[in-house]
T-cell receptor
Framework: KNQVEQSPQSLIILEGKNCTLQ??????????LRWYKQDTGRGPVSLTI?????NTKSNGRYTATLDADTKQSSLHITASQLSDSASYIC????????????FGTGTRLTVIP | DAGITQSPRHKVTETGTPVTLRCHQT?????MYWYRQDPGHGLRLIHY???????DKGEVSDGYSVSRSKTEDFLLTLESATSSQTSVYFC????????????FGPGTRLTVL
């Protein structure tokens, strides 16, 4: 069964600290993996996309990694800011089949001063 | 929000009442989607459209219908709303395929009493 699991469900960190969010998936055959950021009361916004051949992708203070062998991805946030408080959603695409997009339930990050 | 608007943004209705949510885009993207987002479930696809008058069911389509008479508009209808349809509804668009990066609207919070 194609699934995407994220951990932790929620996380609280101090402003300026780093953190890492995890995404494990069983989606096959794998096409790509995206991380989205969703601010409270708004729609998700794409942060990064990685295909099978890519194992790291950066977007400012956000760095995503992908290990296609172990089917794991992580999103590392450096020097966190209050504006990083949001939910982060991992989305994995399969290369075949209809409705071939699988969403994780997200990690809720709270950055406190 | 990438030229996507949703209306209404908030709605409270009673069980058994018909409800229509509207999504409007100015990006001329071919694909449009309706999702619902509930705690613990993440985003789940209701219906999607791959062109004018071309629509298909998603994971949780029961109790919902859609229509797309113009490229820019995608309507979601709850023929007879139930309390289980209380949720936040997001419209999304993508240019070339379902697995392309999707751009989400601001969401509609629907409460069915």
């Amino acid at each position: 069964k194609n699934q995407v699991e994220q951990s932790p469900q929620s996380l609280i960190i101090l402003e300026g600290k780093n953190c890492t969010l995890q995404c494990n998936y069983t989606v096959s055959p794998f096409s790509n993996l995206r991380w989205y950021k969703q601010d409270t009361g708004r729609g998700p916004v794409s942060l990064t996309i990685m295909t099978f051949s890519e194992n790291t992708k950066s977007n400012g203070r956000y760095t995503a990694t992908l290990d296609a062998d172990t089917k794991q991805s992580s999103l590392h946030i450096t020097a966190s800011q209050l504006s990083d408080s949001a939910s982060y959603i991992c989305v994995v695409s399969a290369s075949t089949g209809a409705n071939n997009l699988f969403f994780g339930t997200g990690t809720r990050l709270t950055v406190i001063p | 929000d990438a030229g996507i608007t949703q209306s209404p943004r908030h709605k409270v209705t009673e069980t058994g009442t018909p409800v229509t949510l509207r999504c409007h885009q100015t990006e001329n993207h071919r694909y449009m989607y309706w999702y619902r987002q509930d705690p613990g479930h993440g985003l789940r696809l209701i219906h999607y459209s791959y062109g004018v008058k071309d629509t298909d069911k998603g994971e949780v389509s029961d109790g919902y219908s859609v229509s797309r008479s113009k490229t820019e508009d995608f309507l979601l209808t709850l023929e007879s709303a139930t309390s289980s349809q209380t949720s936040v509804y997001f419209c999304a668009i993508s240019d070339k395929a379902y697995t392309d990066t999707q751009y989400f609207g601001p969401g509609t919070r629907l409460t069915v009493l």
